[in-house]
């Protein structure tokens, strides 16, 4: 048994990495959703021109984790409440999103943002939409942290995401 779920906080190498942790992901897929072109490239998508939000698209067992329990690491590692950029990352490719597959993904979220909102000083600015369609990235970026771990970037951003991860989500680990 599978279900889908994609998600978008900032780079979404940083997203991918902490999302493979979790016991009951079957797969991770970096890719490109929200936006109005077909087949987008990094490239185009980084040009802003695209709406596309780097996203990460999850097939998970929900007999082994549930939707809320990979929103709850979703929101974990991340920062809802920064619009259109995550850390050093800015622009619209990199907002906070959730891509629901069904309309009980929707209600799911929709709650788990309203429950969250007190949490935070500044409002939480997730967007939440309907998934129309979603663009696998390059080969280069699927998997990337575990690639390439030595990678500025990835010890800045990602590492820290991972660490959090293992540190607070212990009973969900793979």
């Known amino acids: ?39 987008p490239t990094y490239k185009q998508v980084c040009s802003g021109t695209t709406d596309h939000a780097e996203v990460v698209q999850i097939e998970y067992d929900p007999t ?40 009980e993904q929707r209600a799911t979220a929709e709650a788990y943002i309203e429950a969250l909102n007190d949490h935070y000083d500044d409002a939480i600015v997730t967007e939440i939409e309907s998934l129309e369609r979603f663009w696998s990235a390059e080969e280069y970026h699927q998997d990337y942290f575990e690639k390439n771990p030595s990678d500025a970037y990835c010890r800045m951003h990602a590492q820290p995401k991972v660490e959090k991860v293992r540190e607070t989500f212990t009973e969900k680990l793979t």
Request: aromatic share 8%; proline share 3%.
């Open 64 to 103: 082994k984790i549930e939707y809320s329990e990979l929103l709850e690491v979703f929101f974990a590692t991340h920062d809802p409440t920064q619009l259109n950029r995550q850390g050093p990352d800015v622009g619209t490719q990199y907002r906070s999103i959730i891509l629901t597959h069904t309309a």
């Open 1 to 39: 048994m599978s279900e889908t779920a994609t998600v978008g906080g900032g780079c979404f190498w940083c997203t991918e990495a902490a999302m493979k942790e979790l016991a009951g992901v079957n797969t991770v897929t970096s890719g490109y959703a929200g936006g109005d072109i077909d087949n």
